[in-house]
């Protein structure tokens, strides 16, 4: 294969697009937490303890960090990135699955669909010719 430039295909730009997205979201869903973890006022009973929701906080900020660090260098034709969201796309049809097959169609398993079809809507962007060119490169 040549070491010519190989643009990055538009199946993979959106989903880079979809894990900025998804990076922002969560980042700016673990600030939210630290702050009403914060702006509570001691005397009120809270269903789980402040520090509980600070723990989570901080978790969900840095799950989003490094989901930003690989959106990053998702966009650069990281390999290892690819293999990365790969995998992560994976473990959410096996939980969208496991909830469908728990609950049905309704209730909590009422988006298990639509996370599989996303799922693998990202596995197939991913994985196609063009992208292999691109991240093979």
Same mark, same amino acid.
């Given at each position: 294969?040549?070491?010519?430039?190989?643009?990055?295909?538009?199946?993979?730009?959106?989903?880079?697009?979809?894990?900025?997205?998804?990076?922002?979201?969560?980042?700016? &869903?673990?600030?939210?937490?630290?702050?009403?973890?914060?702006?509570?006022?001691?005397?009120?009973?809270?269903?789980?303890?402040?520090?509980?929701?600070?723990?989570?906080?901080?978790?969900?900020?840095?799950?989003? &960090?490094?989901?930003?660090?690989?959106?990053?260098?998702?966009?650069?034709?990281?390999?290892?990135?690819? &293999?990365?969201?790969?995998?992560?796309?994976?473990?959410?049809?096996?939980?969208?699955?496991?909830?469908?097959?728990?609950?049905?169609?309704?209730?909590?398993?009422?988006?298990?669909?639509?996370?599989?079809?996303?799922?693998?809507?990202?596995?197939?962007?991913?994985?196609?010719?063009?992208?292999?060119?691109?991240?093979?490169?």
């Amino acid at each position: 294969m040549s070491t010519a430039n190989v643009t990055r295909p538009g199946s993979v730009t959106v989903v880079v697009v979809l894990t900025w997205i998804s990076a922002v979201l969560q980042i700016l &869903i673990g600030v939210m937490l630290l702050v009403v973890a914060a702006a509570v006022a001691p005397d009120v009973d809270l269903t789980v303890g402040r520090g509980t929701v600070v723990a989570i906080g901080i978790l969900v900020l840095l799950v989003g &960090i490094v989901t930003a660090a690989v959106a990053s260098r998702l966009g650069k034709g990281g390999n290892g990135a690819r &293999i990365l969201v790969s995998v992560l796309e994976v473990l959410q049809v096996a939980g969208a699955l496991a909830t469908l097959f728990t609950y049905g169609r309704t209730g909590p398993g009422s988006g298990a669909i639509g996370t599989i079809a996303i799922a693998v809507l990202i596995l197939v962007l991913l994985w196609n010719r063009r992208a292999d060119a691109f991240f093979t490169r």
